[in-house]
């Protein structure tokens, strides 16, 4: 059974920065697609970076400048590294994965409960 765990989140002031963590259990992260997704209240879920097998990454084009992702194959942890950290980045933040290389598109199988970020001005 696919399980995803993320943590890391918490509550920091604008230009701090936060690493968010997503360990997987249940089955080998190298052969999985996995995303880091966000949702704020009253908005739509969006992709901020995802992971595929081969090890190419894909990075929202609103926080390519601050936030990269990165993956611990030997961890089974995926990682979202990120920096200068705004408002509008407040949101709760979900771990994906999926057999199948989705990116950004927001229709991966699995899913975790998600860790909340929230900046303060």
């Known amino acids: 059974q696919v399980q995803l765990r993320e943590s890391g989140g918490g509550s920091v002031q604008a230009g701090g920065s936060l690493r968010l963590s997503c360990a997987a259990s249940?089955?080998?992260?190298?052969?999985?697609?996995m995303g880091w997704f966000r949702q704020a209240p009253g908005k739509e879920r969006e992709g901020v970076a995802s992971?595929?097998?081969?090890?190419?990454?894909t990075v929202a084009d609103s926080v390519k400048e601050r936030f990269t992702i990165s993956k611990d194959n030997n961890k089974n942890t995926l990682y979202l590294h990120m920096n200068r950290l705004k408002p509008e980045d407040t949101a709760m933040y979900y771990c994906?994965?999926?057999?199948?290389?989705?990116?950004?598109?927001?229709?991966?199988?699995?899913w975790g409960q998600g860790t909340q970020v929230t900046i303060s001005s």
């Open positions: 249940g089955y080998n992260s190298r052969s999985y697609c």
């Open positions: 994906a994965a999926d057999f199948r290389a989705r990116r950004l598109e927001p229709d991966y199988n699995y």
């Open positions: 992971y595929d097998r081969d090890g190419s990454t």
